[in-house]
């Protein structure tokens, strides 16, 4: 079974500054099967990436998907108050489970 | 517009059932597979069960084998949750979900509001 560890847990960050997260799979999965959701309280999850680098209808070119290997990591340049909320990535790709999430990261503000 | 609306959460008694409901509009139900995913607070969002476009191919959680059963109805665009001997960890805010690409499970690009399910005493 694939497990998703995001880092770090919290970040705390002020509007304008660059947040990076980051998602580290356990063992090899292909970049196309990777993708980022940011949820906000009391609201459904939303799409940002799919296939690790794919932006979602919608958001913001303030976003950005990148790989390497086991390593993915979700960019937003400069961050607006909407920004701040909790980011999950999300493997699928057949096996058991197919689909594993990872824990989160909560994006607040300092 | 792509709308997904789930009904059917509450509080329910440890060891009772419940039946959720999704009810999907504004796009063709029958081409798409569906999925269940939960949220809580303390485990985060957590992938449920997926269902193929015909209803021929489902797969669950390994957690949750046996308890819960997914199916759909294409001819009135609803996709359901039936969850029996409920825990109290089954406690979550459960969404349904629309998977965009054919054939094995992948990603969400259109979720529900969400119902939510407290299994308490």
């Known amino acids: 079974e694939i497990v998703l560890t995001q880092s770090p847990g919290t970040l705390s960050l002020s509007p304008g500054e660059r947040a990076t997260l980051s998602c580290r799979a356990t063992?090899?999965?292909?970049?196309?099967?990777l993708a980022w959701y940011q949820q906000q309280p009391g609201q459904a999850p939303r799409l940002l990436f799919y296939?690790?680098?794919s932006r979602a209808t919608g958001v913001p070119d303030r976003f950005s998907g990148s790989a390497s290997g086991t390593d993915f990591t979700l960019t937003i340049s400069r961050l607006e108050p909407e920004d701040f909320a909790v980011y999950y990535c999300?493997?699928?790709?057949?096996?058991?489970?197919?689909?594993?999430f990872g824990r989160g990261t909560r994006l607040e503000i300092k | 517009q792509v709308q997904l609306v789930e009904s059917g959460g509450g509080v329910v008694q440890p060891g009772r059932s419940l039946r959720l409901s999704c009810a999907a509009s504004?796009?063709?139900?029958?081409?798409?597979?569906m999925h269940w995913v939960r949220h809580s607070p303390d485990k985060g969002l957590e992938w449920v069960a997926v269902?193929?476009?015909?209803?021929?191919?489902?797969y669950y959680a390994d957690s949750l084998k046996g308890r819960f059963t997914i199916s759909r109805d294409n001819s009135k665009n609803m996709l359901y949750l039936q969850m029996n001997s409920l825990r109290v960890e089954d406690t979550a805010v459960y969404y349904c979900?629309?998977?965009?690409?054919?054939?094995?499970?992948?990603?969400?690009?259109?979720w529900g509001q969400g119902t939510l399910v407290t299994v308490s005493s």
């Open positions: 504004g796009f063709t139900f029958s081409f798409y597979t």
């Open positions: 269902i193929s476009h015909d209803g021929s191919h489902i």
């Open positions: 296939g690790a680098y």
């Open positions: 979900a629309r998977d965009p690409v054919d054939g094995v499970p992948d990603y969400f690009d259109t």
């Open positions: 999300q493997h699928h790709g057949g096996g058991s489970p197919p689909i594993t």
């Open positions: 063992e090899g999965v292909s970049s196309r099967s």
